[in-house]
Nanobody, 124 residues
Framework: QVALVESGGGLVQAGASLRLSCAAS????????MGWFRQTPGLEREFVAA????????YYADSVKGRFTISRDNAKNTVFLQMSSLKPEDTAVYYC?????????????????WGQGTQVTVSS
């Protein structure tokens, strides 16, 4: 089992920056990669970014490339999402997720564990 706890969400104005954190505990030695997804009411959960645990290889959705940066601190079992130049359309609940294998990183169904989510609201 892996437990994930997100933090860092909040209300910011357009153009601002925000950093989300996700702390993992439990069977973290088995984690292959971690990702961030987001969801707004009535829509499906959307892939944002992912990072492999050992090599630190990163993947991004086109909508956030150049604005968001995912990183990890293996010693602290924590993954971060640095968000810059935020837009109102970035408003969503952001979820952290962990997976034990490679595959399709944007596919939410391939992630085994999920955090409870943290709200990010960007005002115009």
């Amino acid at each position: 089992q892996v437990a994930l706890v997100e933090s860092g969400g909040g209300l910011v104005q357009a153009g601002a920056s925000l950093r989300l954190s996700c702390a993992a505990s439990g069977r973290t030695f088995s984690i292959y990669a971690m990702g961030w997804f987001r969801q707004t009411p009535g829509l499906e959960r959307e892939f944002v970014a992912a990072v492999t645990w050992s090599r630190g290889t990163t993947y991004y959705a086109d909508s956030v490339k150049g604005r968001f940066t995912i990183s990890r601190d293996n010693a602290k079992n924590t993954v971060f999402l640095q968000m810059s130049s935020l837009k109102p359309e970035d408003t969503a609940v952001y979820y952290c997720a962990a997976r034990y294998n490679s595959g399709s990183f944007p596919t939410s169904g391939e992630y085994r564990y999920w955090g409870q989510g943290t709200q990010v609201t960007v005002s115009s």
